[in-house]
């Protein structure tokens, strides 16, 4: 089965929040997204509100529930004790943790599994308990991965920023797909599902899905929306599940 498309809304609510007025809005064009056939949606609701903001979540809860019961709700962010409040409010799907700091403007590393395996750990088994799925940012590096794996996630999810940034630089992505293929197959071979994130756009992610046939989900933002601004949300929607081999 090709990799599932959840559409990360934060480039939306980013614009929505230059003016204090209710367009564009973030629950009608995921509605559009996940009418289009979008398998989920993502949110990364930082503790500034500078782009998703807390309102949004039960408004996107409800949305999944009373009109997609079969899409997903991907909450991600740094495990704050409000960050695992707001999730164990709202109940998403699943629950992808980073490493970010509050004021970084996105996501741009994974996390150190072997020197935050305790930390982790003792994490993880919370959301698992609150029966949640669990996803952990990671990097392209092999070596990782059985430290991921003893924290008791169910997947890893690959920061796919450096092979995003070399769209102008063939030679130089496919070294970067290489990696990030050899630290899926070390994350299937020990039992974790992979999904993928970060940079993602319809040009390359066939060369992704074709190197990681396996691959679960992307959960794609920064580059959807800015394609959404030129075809619409429907049509994007449309285009990236095309992409991803739908």
């Not at 509605?31 to 807390?54: C, I, M, N, Q, Y």
């Not at 991600?76 to 509050?102: A, N």
Request: some cysteine; glycine content about 8%.
């Amino acid at each position: 089965m090709p990799a599932k498309l959840s559409v990360n809304l934060n480039a939306v609510a980013l614009l929505r929040n230059r003016r204090d007025l209710p367009w564009p809005s973030v629950t009608g064009l995921g509605r559009a997204a996940l009418a289009a056939g979008a398998h989920g949606l993502t949110v990364h609701p930082r503790p500034d509100e500078r782009h998703t903001r807390f309102s949004d979540l039960p408004e996107l809860r409800a949305l999944i529930d009373d009109e997609f019961p079969r899409a997903e709700f991907n909450v991600e962010g740094y495990p704050t004790e409000d960050f695992l409040q707001l999730v164990e409010k709202h109940q998403p799907d699943q629950v992808t943790l980073v490493p970010d700091d509050p004021s970084q403007p996105t996501s741009d590393h994974g996390w150190n599994f072997v020197e935050q395996q305790a930390f982790l750990t003792s994490i993880v088994k919370r959301l698992k308990k609150g029966g949640f799925r669990v996803s952990l940012f990671s990097d392209a590096d092999p070596s990782q991965v059985s430290a991921a794996r003893d924290t008791g996630t169910d997947r890893i999810e690959l920061y796919t920023g450096p092979y995003g940034g070399c769209h102008s630089d063939p030679e130089r992505a496919a070294k970067e797909l290489e990696k990030l293929g050899k630290t899926a197959d070390a994350a299937l071979a020990a039992g974790l599902a992979v999904n993928a994130g970060h940079d993602l756009v319809v040009a390359n992610l066939p060369a992704l899905v074709r190197r990681i046939p396996d691959l679960a989900e992307v959960s794609i933002g920064h580059g959807l929306t800015a394609d959404a601004l030129e075809y619409g949300m429907a049509e994007t929607t449309r285009r990236f599940l095309k992409a991803c081999g739908w």
